[in-house]
């Protein structure tokens, strides 16, 4: 580590005089990765988005380079030599990489035409420089996620930046992208760049930060050396009690269950192979894999979402066909997508709207719908799923992630459904609100319901699991009981491409 | 608190529009007293009646996040063919399942296209639109469609002796598109496409089934307007009506019906559009007395731009306060 770089003391941030942030305190040296931890909603990012002049401070100060400043707007902070990057990645998909890095202040011929080649040059010695390997002259959309976002850290390099925001970078990424992202990071600490690494994954914060820094309800908590900590000092820090479960010892399922759901064969061109697996009654079946596994294809598949090439599905002894959602519904199949606002909720409708929208046939009475008893049975079940909200009329849009999945919960247990698939079911939800969303699974299966839970935590798969089916490149490598699935075992079926 | 959340949802733009009608009346009233006499409320009535049924039927479009159109053009088709129908002999209350059946036609036809096909709506019916221009065109060799006049059919629809009976049958309509808007399964999941089509249909919703619908009800709108036309109108050719879906649209943005969808005013849809027709009136009274040398529809076109990008900002501006929140 260098030295310091950036302060920023007793920080205030006030929304319609509500407290945002209070005392919030943060440093960071020069060739530091230090990370910025807390539950969604303890200010993380309202103190980056002050730092980046998004929002303007209401008390404390900023020091960069020594220097107190005040920016004003993105701009400000951009020309001062600050980078933010996003979860979602502010890029044009249709231009190539180096159209894409030089984009605003592009290399020109005579002044009017703009020379590719030029920039393509410059950005393949860039690439170098950092150690990355992406073709400059590629269209953007054509590389995954993971180099997208790599491009996105060559781009803040070009621009001379010596402070880098990374929110969340790898939450979108493959195991393998996640380490040439570790591996240029650790690059970039060497050439002196300060990095601000907002992430939820303990186990990458341990492995690629020097300090980490934690924030509960938009106050400053406290510094830890990384070297130092544990898992569970942090937690405590952020939630102020620990709260991961241990991993499930032993299935819970009676070895007699009937089988709910059970897949023969399920092919589609590229991205499922020759899939087949059984559910049981009570069961919660984790899918594990490496992010484009093609664990969301299969639920998808199964879900008719999307369609497949051959392969036979049965649900509870029958053989079925499933075309479109709506036949899945019917046989009390329900999806839960990982992209929740995208592909689950009606944000601007409110909670009762969104929990009754597939049960909307229990409510109509002579052709009308009865609003009165729908919300009535909105309030009822999200009061046993404790959905906090001020009444059901709340938009769905002013809930926290949590609560959101939560009425996504409450749509599908109002159209008896008994048959689950969580994609990613704590994607984008705090820790408090975690555990909360697994004993909500757990009491789902109590209850006799069955559930495929598609995750790439792994302490999530242990947690939950009585089974873990584990993928690679379309194929399911091992179906392993809990007792035997530890990381190591799931890590080597999940890489395990033939 | 239900009040609180009328307003803040659908009716506090409702109420905007609807105190600018009044005080639009009001001053064109002012300007010339004439303007609120029988004869030009009977008149006024009558022009609102076509305007009012394609505003209502293409609502359920606009909410589901579409754009039908093709309703101006597919109304004066069947007009002219069921006009031409009747001129070779077909009695009369014929022509009125003939322009129902032609509307729903091609609303089914629409729906089709954007549903299944995928076509973009903006695409599927500005093809939609062409294709019923030429073919009313083709369809009549005459220049001119007449309609008969002082009829039990412009009693029932146009004008019963100085009453406008057209406005009976809209309001009449109004209440029917209110019940299938908000309290019928279709218009949930209209209002449910509009909001979020791929979560809709991945809540097990068949999304295809009910997006027809939409368009189908567009059709519908456009036959039903027909028969006002050719009762109001009575002479009917295959160029008149040039632009009144583009009149239609307006009036329903001017009502609060979002342009993204998922947001749905049937009564703003009415108000716009008897805003559209008032002005259009009052411009003419006003002209006249001022002896201003200007053409009053051209002035209205005007006007209406004007008034629909105001509305339309003023949804967009709302839209970014809750997504700022």
Sequence with gaps: MGEQILKMTGIEKRFSGVYALKNANFELCSGEVHALMGENGAGKSTLMKVLCGIYQKDAGEVELFGQKVNFKSINDSQKAGIAIIHQELNMINHLTVAQNIYIGREEMTGGVIINDSKMEKKAKELFDRIGVKIDPSQTLGSLSVGKQQMVEIAKAVSHDSKLLILDEPTAALTQPEVEELFKIMNDLR????????????????????????????????????????????????????????????KSNVKPDAETVLEVRNLNRANVIRDVSFKLRKGEILGFSGLMGAGRTEIARAIYGADGYD????????????????????????CYLSEDRKRYGLLLSKSIAENSVLASIDDYIKFGW?????????????????????????????????????????ARWLLKNCDIFIFDEPTRGIDIGAKSEMYELMEKLVAQGKSIIMISSELSEIQRLSDRVAVMCEGKITAVLDIENATQEEIMKYATMRN | MNIIKFMNTKGKQNIIIFLALVALIVIF?????????????????????????LALGVTFVIATGGIDLSIGTVCIAAAVIAGKLYMSGMPLWMTIPVMLIIGIIFGIANGFMVAVLGLPPFIATLGTMMFARGVSALAVSVPNIFYPTGTWFNGVFSNYSGIPTGIFWVIGFMLICMYLMYKSKVGRYILSIGSNEEATRLSGINIVKYKILAYLFSGLGAGIAAIFWSASFTTVASATGNGMELDAIAGVYIGGTSATGGVASVGGSIIGSVLLVVIRSGLNFVLAKFNLNLNATYVTYVLTGVIVIVAVLMDVIKNKKIKSN
Excluded: W
């Design chain 1, 369 to 409: 719908i009865d609003d009165k008893s729908a919300e009535r049975s909105a309030e009822e079940i999200n009061k046993v799923l404790k959905t906090k909200a001020s009444s059901v009329y709340q938009e769905l849009r002013k809930l926290s992630g949590g609560n959101q999945q939560k009425v996504i919960v």
């Design chain 1, 190 to 249: 060497g050439k002196g760049i300060g990095m601000i690494y907002i992430s939820h994954r303990m186990d990458e914060i341990g492995r690629i930060s020097d300090r980490i820094t934690v924030m509960r309800d938009g106050e400053y908590i406290g510094t830890l050396i990384t070297q130092n900590t544990t898992k569970d000092e942090i937690v405590n820090m952020m939630v102020g009690r620990v709260i991961y479960g241990e991993k499930k010892q």
């Design chain 2, 29 to 53: 009233t002012a300007l010339n007293p004439n303007f609120i006499n029988r004869y030009n409320i009977l008149s006024m009535a009558q022009s609102l009646s076509p305007y009012a049924f």
């Design chain 1, 310 to 333: 051959s392969g036979e599905i049965y649900i509870k002894g029958e053989r079925v066909k499933i075309k479109q959602p709506s036949d899945a519904v019917k046989r009390g199949v």
